[in-house]
């Protein structure tokens, strides 16, 4: 039987398990939760340990067709033959949520153990909600190596970036107004959604400075970049980034995110996840970059130049409660494209 753990509880687990990772942060639910959806923890415990569990997020369906469950980038076991009973009080939870169908991201699987989906009752989704490619980045060695696998290009504007008596420090809380202005200016620039604005105060607040730090760029009185890091475990994660379209040739973008390398290492950080570029196969994002800009395909030029490794993620899984509601579903899917 699952119990409720406290949100301290909970992320003592997440932040001590190999796969924790900030969608699993009770902080991360409180954020989502400011912004349409209702989030909950479950777990199951020996001993009074927590040794399993998940933080699912639900979100009503459009029409009154009901209850979307969501887990992100989760849930743990501390040995895989706890799946079973963990999946069984998931499924409990869910339905006691009127939730019609469960969708999964588990998030990305460095080894061989990932659970079997189709045992366990799920099916490939057609839709996904975090981006299912990355590219990450092996940062426990020394600077040099590090800047040894970037491409000639990237590794020129990081060092002009360095020259250019631009000031980088770690944003206190009335400065997180400078990102999101520089948010608006990006997302204009590159035709993309962004936050509002209090969507990243908020993440601020939540999250820095424990897991996360907002790095900003700054010359002659201007700030020219900057980005939103978190950290779990042993893995930093490049969530947001934003630059002004002022003195870009000063490389701020590049040596904002070279300081946010350097904040994971500090960190003990082994790996800095780029976090999201498009959905191919790398031989295809290689062929095709340099004609598309559109979606992701803006950013994998960038990302790409950091000489990380591209992974997939396990993509998206869903689990079936109410199949007319799911059949509904799929045909929004196909009519939205």
Not at 3 to 11: F, G, N, S, V, Y
Not at 291 to 301: A, E, I, K, P
Request: aromatic fraction near 14%; charged fraction near 20%.
């Amino acid at each position: 039987m699952y119990d409720i753990p406290t949100a301290a509880e909970w992320d003592a687990f997440v932040t001590q398990h190999p796969r924790g990772h900030l969608l699993q942060l009770s902080a991360w639910g409180d954020l989502k939760s400011a912004y349409g959806w209702d989030a909950g923890r479950i777990a199951l415990r020996d001993e009074g340990h927590i040794i399993a569990g998940a933080q699912i997020l639900f979100r009503k369906l459009p029409l009154r067709l009901g209850t979307m469950a969501y887990i992100p980038f989760g849930g743990y076991v501390t040995a895989s033959s706890q799946w079973p009973a963990l999946w069984h009080a998931i499924d409990a939870y869910c339905q006691e949520q009127g939730a019609a169908f469960l969708k999964w991201e588990p998030g990305l699987y460095l080894d061989d153990e990932r659970p079997d989906f189709a045992v366990l009752g799920f099916r490939g989704s057609p839709q996904t909600i975090q981006p299912p490619n990355t590219i990450l980045l092996d940062i426990s060695d020394s600077d040099d190596d590090i800047m040894a696998r970037m491409n000639q290009g990237t590794r020129r504007k990081i060092r002009k970036s360095l020259k250019n008596d631009i000031r980088y420090y770690e944003a206190e809380p009335g400065d997180v107004t400078k990102f999101t202005n520089l948010m608006h200016i990006t997302g204009e620039r590159n035709e993309f959604g962004v936050h509002e604005p209090d969507y990243y105060a908020m993440q601020y607040d939540l999250f820095a400075p424990e897991h996360a730090a907002l790095i900003l760029a700054e010359h002659e009185g201007q700030t020219l970049a900057g980005v939103f890091v978190f950290a779990v475990g042993d893995t930093a994660q490049y969530i947001s980034g934003a630059s002004s379209n002022i003195d870009r040739n000063l490389m701020a973008s590049y040596g904002v995110q070279w300081k946010a390398i350097e904040w994971a290492k500090v960190r003990g950080c082994r790996y800095y996840d780029m976090w999201g570029i498009p959905d191919e196969p790398e031989a295809t994002l290689e062929a095709q970059f340099q004609d598309r800009s559109d979606g992701l395909w803006g950013v994998y030029g960038f990302k790409r130049g950091w000489g990380g490794q591209v992974i997939r993620s396990a993509g998206a899984w869903d689990m079936v409660y109410n199949a007319l509601i799911y059949r509904a579903y799929l045909a929004a899917i196909m009519l939205r494209g």
